[in-house]
């Protein structure tokens, strides 16, 4: 397989949604040697009790760019304000714009359904510029002089924070990544965005920020370890979108043949 060029591009609405939703997968595919980018649609404003806006973005930036450091990954960020993050024509260019400039070959992102509007539509936006991102008449020259990208990638959903969609409803993956032995690598990660780490631990008086992402992680295990038939400790677990035009192989399930496991409910 190709790693040199085809690069893996993970985007979440807000700083720490990538880490939460993706990491130790991500940790997985630069172990093979991929070049991999984590995006954020928004810069993290409305995350904090304390500072204005513009400082809580610009530390929330900084704890971003660390977090890539410990993953070996490229950051990238598209400046919204956070719960401001809309369908419309110019972020719809600008979101566009920003996977011109990496060209992936490969993208991760929020599933359709979640519990914030923020997530929903990044997931939206992102599904709509892997399509427009080849369209050569599409302009997003007012973001940058990016061309158009040499395909559409592969897009695969992570599953909503805490498993449930809107109506508390269970979501049932297609599969799920063994990612038992990247869980230290996860937390170091997470642990970078101090910030939200800080607040929570304010807050709930203990490490709430890594011990809900432990938790989850251990939940999708013990999912992973039904369907899989043998003990697993910690999993991420993701829907590949297979609409027209879209790459329909499941290229995460060839590349860690012995990482990722079915879900028999989904077939
Ligand atoms: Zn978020």
Redesign the pocket.
């Known amino acids: 397989m190709d790693t040199g060029t085809r690069k893996i591009l993970a985007v979440?609405?807000?700083p720490?949604?990538v880490e939460f939703m993706c990491s130790g997968t991500l940790f997985l595919l630069r172990r093979l040697g991929y070049e991999v980018h984590v995006a954020t649609l928004?810069n993290g404003d409305c995350g904090t009790a304390e500072h204005s806006r513009e400082e809580i973005s610009r530390i929330r930036r900084r704890e971003a760019v660390s977090a890539c450091q410990v993953l070996g990954a490229v950051h990238n960020c598209a400046d919204l304000s956070d719960l401001t993050i809309f369908n419309d024509d110019a972020t719809n260019r600008r979101t566009t714009a920003l996977l011109r400039g990496i060209d992936p070959w490969m993208v991760l992102t929020h599933p359709p359904a979640d519990y914030?509007a923020?997530?929903e539509t990044t997931s939206l936006l992102v599904r709509n510029a892997c399509f427009y991102g080849p369209v050569r008449n599409y302009d997003t020259s007012s973001f940058g002089p990016a061309p158009a990208t040499s395909r559409i990638p592969y897009l695969f959903y992570a599953q909503p924070?805490g498993g449930a969609d809107m109506f508390g409803r269970r979501v049932i993956p297609e599969f799920y990544v063994d990612i038992s032995d990247c869980l230290e690598q996860k937390e170091m990660m997470l642990a970078s965005h101090e910030s939200q780490r800080a607040w929570l631990r304010a807050h709930h008086g203990v490490d709430e920020y890594l011990d809900s992402m432990r938790r989850w992680s251990q939940e999708l295990g013990r999912e992973a370890s039904r369907a899989a038939g043998r003990p697993m400790a910690c999993a991420e677990a993701f829907r590949q979108h297979r609409g027209h035009a879209y790459p329909e192989d499941n290229i995460l399930a060839h590349l860690l043949p012995d990482r990722v496991i079915l879900e028999p409910r989904y077939q």
Do not use: R
């Open positions: 979440g609405a807000h720490d949604d928004g914030l923020d997530h924070l």
